[in-house]
């Protein structure tokens, strides 16, 4: 929708596809690591685990996987400031969280990624309380939800912003996958960037180039937001081909809510997978639509390149609780395998397609495997 601003100070670009890393201005403390330690890369390409709360897990145990959930979505200086009118109770929602993870594992689900990062309040102590009191694994995610520029303490440093120099983003996102988050010995097992309507506006292709950047280095996935409507996915792309990504180890979200056939093909064209990742909402599209337009790719020979889940959350401030359970009142965890097997059975998709979409894509993107 929106045309995409040139890039300010970046680093020269490797050709799509080379795999070839960062210029020497994004190394920085990670270049110890390479040099003393082999390459990160190679070292987590060999792992065939995937990090979560508890720590590393089999890709093979990931089970059946939901790619693109929400725990707590918290404005954590609102809800400081303003507790009576924010609404989030921390004993509460986390026991609610509890619940709701066990009813979830019940149900036959056995992994969930928690796509909340920084911009979204990610805290993970409170996330580990969770973790430690279901079966259930959760798979924590570094990087930034932003839709038109980075948080003030970005703002004025790094490529393109008044003080120059390299980009911190990209030392934060390693940081969270090699050393962990924030002291609690957790690692990020997923990259998160986001573009939404406004396109991709010079801070944003900052932190979407950081994701991309980290990715190479690590070799950690990569899991979008976008607005569908406004194709943005296209551009995101164009960013990690520049960088060198992985496409294969890259995720198209919120893709489901177009039924822009063309569109979602361009994607998957690159070796992408799209997020189908908004299921028990009827907004913009309903289920049955959301239904088929996966029915169609499959159709087409992309059911080795579909994810789905919900994008919901135990709590979130960004819309009011009581709105979105009037508006949605399906909009859950469990909305998926109580629903969407038989859903997508009745469209014509075969149990080989579903498992698929529910277990072997999920542990292709996440571990490489």
């Not at 200086?77 to 026991?95: I, K, M, T």
């Not at 944003?204 to 990715?215: D, T």
Request: hydrophobic share 40%; proline share 6%.
């Amino acid at each position: 929708m929106f045309p995409s601003p040139e890039y300010v100070g970046q680093a020269p670009s490797a050709p799509a596809g080379t795999g070839a890393g960062p210029g020497p201005q994004e190394h920085g403390r990670l270049g110890a690591i390479v040099e003393g330690e082999a390459s990160v890369t190679s070292a987590m390409q060999t792992m065939q685990t995937v990090q979560t709360v508890r720590g590393a897990v089999e890709a093979a145990s990931l089970g059946r996987v939901l790619m693109h959930e929400h725990l707590f979505i918290v404005t954590h200086d609102y809800w400081l400031n303003h507790p009576d009118r924010q609404g989030f109770d921390e004993e509460r929602d986390v026991a609610e969280a509890i619940r709701a993870l066990n009813e979830l594992k019940a149900a036959g689900i056995d992994t969930i990624v928690d796509l909340t990062v920084m911009g979204q309040g990610r805290f993970l102590p409170r996330v580990q309380r969770v973790a430690a009191q279901t079966e259930l694994n959760i798979v924590a995610a570094t990087g930034l939800y932003a839709y038109s520029s980075l948080p003030m303490p970005f703002h004025y440093q790094g490529p393109g912003a008044m003080l120059e120099g390299p980009e911190p983003l990209t030392e934060l996102f390693v940081g969270d996958i090699v050393d962990g988050i924030a002291g609690t010995g957790v690692k990020a097992g997923v990259i998160k960037c986001s573009t939404d309507a406004p396109g991709m506006l010079p801070e944003i292709e900052r932190a979407v180039r950081a994701a991309a950047r980290a990715s190479v280095q690590t070799g950690a996935p990569i899991s979008t937001h976008t607005d569908a409507a406004a194709q943005t996915g296209t551009a995101q792309l164009r960013v990690f081909q520049e960088e060198g990504v992985q496409l294969s180890r890259v995720v198209i979200g919120h893709s489901g809510d177009t039924e822009d056939i063309d569109y979602l093909v361009s994607l998957l064209a690159t070796g992408a997978s799209v997020g189908m990742d908004r299921f028990g909402t009827d907004f913009p599209l309903t289920t049955q639509q959301r239904v088929d337009v996966i029915a169609e790719l499959c159709r087409q020979g992309f059911s080795q390149q579909i994810v789905v889940s919900h994008d919901a959350a135990v709590f979130n401030d960004f819309t009011p609780v009581p709105l979105m359970r009037a508006l949605a009142p399906e909009w859950g965890y469990t909305f998926i395998p109580r629903v969407l097997p038989g859903k997508l059975q009745q469209a014509g998709l075969s149990e080989a397609e579903i498992d698929d979409i529910l277990v072997a894509n999920p542990r292709r993107v996440l571990a490489g495997a």
